[in-house]
């Protein structure tokens, strides 16, 4: 089973400032999604990346396949950015496949 | 579209009883999946439909968890008997016609097995 973990676990910043989250994984896989989950509880899908890069506004995610790693940025960070982020990747058939990390607490003080 | 929908959003029972936790996927998804949110194993996927069709249930934690999609608008996850270690949030989600695209997700039931 694929091994992932995010880092930081925690961190707070203050509006303006650029965030960085990672992800690293053990085993190869299929695909990566970034997820974000509020502090109501809701989860919304960012990015599913299998590689290169891709942008939704101030959000940035990248992946080194080769590196088994990837970054979620994000430009300009406001309080309403503060959430959980959590990475999960696929890689095999089957609900066993599937692994998520344990989530970043992202906090943006005003 | 509505989203994802699920009911109940909260759900308090007792130990033993059965739990019927339902999902409406998104019009036009051809995959289900559910999901399991705890403070100490955070998020697991139970199991996935395509097309109707369970495609996999190694997620699912014993036998006291069953999933059924009798049609492409309508999923059942129940648990029977239900006890104190099942109190978690349930997620649904939703996905178009490859299951690794972006999934959107239904609000959660909150289940609390008392």
């Known amino acids: 089973k694929n091994e992932v973990e995010q880092s930081p676990q925690n961190l707070t910043a203050q509006e303006g400032e650029f965030i960085t989250i990672n992800c690293s994984y053990s085993?190869?896989?299929?695909?990566l999604h970034w997820l974000q989950q509020h502090p109501g509880g809701g989860i919304v899908s960012l990015f599913m990346?299998?590689?290169g890069k891709k942008k939704h506004g101030r959000l940035i995610a990248t992946i080194n396949i080769q590196e088994k790693h990837s970054s979620l940025h994000i430009t300009a960070s406001h309080p309403r950015d503060s959430a959980v982020y959590i990475c999960a990747v696929w890689s095999g058939g089957g609900a066993d496949g599937l692994t998520f990390g344990k989530g970043t607490h992202l906090i943006i003080q005003p | 579209d509505a989203g994802v929908i699920q009911s109940p959003r909260h759900e308090v029972t007792e130990m033993g009883q059965e739990v019927t936790l339902r999902c409406k996927p998104i019009s036009g998804h051809d995959y289900l999946f559910w999901y399991r949110q705890t403070m100490m194993r955070g998020l697991e996927l139970l199991i996935y439909f395509n097309n109707n069709v369970p495609i996999d249930d190694s997620g699912m934690p014993e036998d006291r968890f069953s999933a059924k999609m009798p049609n492409a608008s309508f999923s059942t996850l129940k648990i029977q008997p239900s006890e104190p270690r099942d109190s978690a949030v349930y997620f649904c989600?939703?996905?178009?016609?490859?299951?690794?695209?972006?999934?959107?997700f239904g609000p959660g039931t909150r289940l609390l097995v008392l």
């Open positions: 990346l299998s590689s």
């Open positions: 989600a939703s996905s178009p016609a490859n299951g690794r695209e972006t999934q959107y």
């Open positions: 085993v190869g896989i299929s695909a």
